[in-house]
């Protein structure tokens, strides 16, 4: 991960009071028997890019130039984020990949993320 990812993602990371890693659905089954694209919420994970949030298999739209690319992503993580809880679960950090096009290079980043709309303790 460059310096300027992951300066992005520890200040994302500040907009939450919790931070969590993947630990899967749901929590209280053994690892083996866990659904990995769901949050322990039992949400599914959102594919979350510079473009904002992509379906499974859709086109992810490179920038052309890393900064950009990860500036993109922060404001799509932020506007993705905004007015749901303070509990942020990671099921894959944001990346970045390097395109070698024709053209020259393009990037893009890349993670998978839930944010709950309500906090899970508030809803219990």
């Known amino acids: 991960m460059s ?8 200040e994302f990371e500040s ?10 659905y749901p929590a209280s ?22 473009d904002g949030i992509k379906a499974e298999g859709e086109p992810l739209r490179p920038f052309p130039t890393e900064e950009s690319a990860i500036a993109a992503w922060f404001d799509a993580a932020k506007a993705y ?3 749901r809880c303070g509990t942020l679960y990671w099921r894959q950090r944001p990346e970045i990949a390097v395109i070698h096009a024709r053209r020259g290079k393009a990037w893009l980043v890349y993670s998978r993320i839930f944010v709950p709309a309500v906090s899970v303790l508030a809803a219990a």
């Open 3 to 10: 310096d300027a990812l992951t300066a992005a993602t520890v």
């Open 15 to 24: 907009l939450f009071d919790v931070v969590a890693e993947a630990i899967g």
């Open 81 to 83: 984020a905004s007015g």
């Open 29 to 50: 089954a053994p690892p083996s028997e866990r659904s990995w694209s769901r949050a322990p919420t039992g949400d599914a994970y959102v594919t979350l890019t510079g």
